[in-house]
């Protein structure tokens, strides 16, 4: 799901979609597991651990006990898309001024053409 209408439309380039296909699975992590591990990993940046934390509680997710037990899930598989010019997209210069937000979906097995391998990803 496309959640936002710069998601697809940065000036970064080149530009990937990476798509996760997750199941759920009782051995699998949790937001919780997965939240935990990337405050580790950003160690004593707390310029990124706050944009983190604030992302996370943008989407409702909250540090602490859960209430009810987290849905765990493992990743069956990964696929990488170039966001080039004529991959799919909504622009927001394309988008009537009235309307701020847009949610979407992209069919991905229409956009084979822009797959590609992750080794061959460059940054």
Not at 78 to 83: A, C, E, K, L, P
Not at 104 to 121: P, Q, V, W
């Amino acid at each position: 799901m496309i959640s936002s209408l710069t998601q697809l439309d940065a000036e970064v380039k080149p530009l990937w979609l990476a798509v996760y296909y997750i199941s759920e699975n009782s051995i699998g992590e949790s937001i919780s597991d997965v939240a935990s591990t990337l405050l580790e990993k950003i160690g004593d940046d707390s310029q990124s651990e706050r944009l983190l934390l604030d992302k996370l509680s943008d989407y409702g997710y909250l540090f602490g006990p859960p209430e009810i037990p987290l849905f765990q899930w493992l990743v069956d598989r990964v696929s990488f898309y170039s966001v080039v010019d004529s991959f799919p997209k909504i622009l927001a210069k394309n988008i009537a001024y009235q309307i701020s937000d847009v949610i979407y979906r992209i069919d991905l097995s229409n956009c084979r053409d822009f797959e590609t391998d992750f080794a061959k990803i460059t940054l």
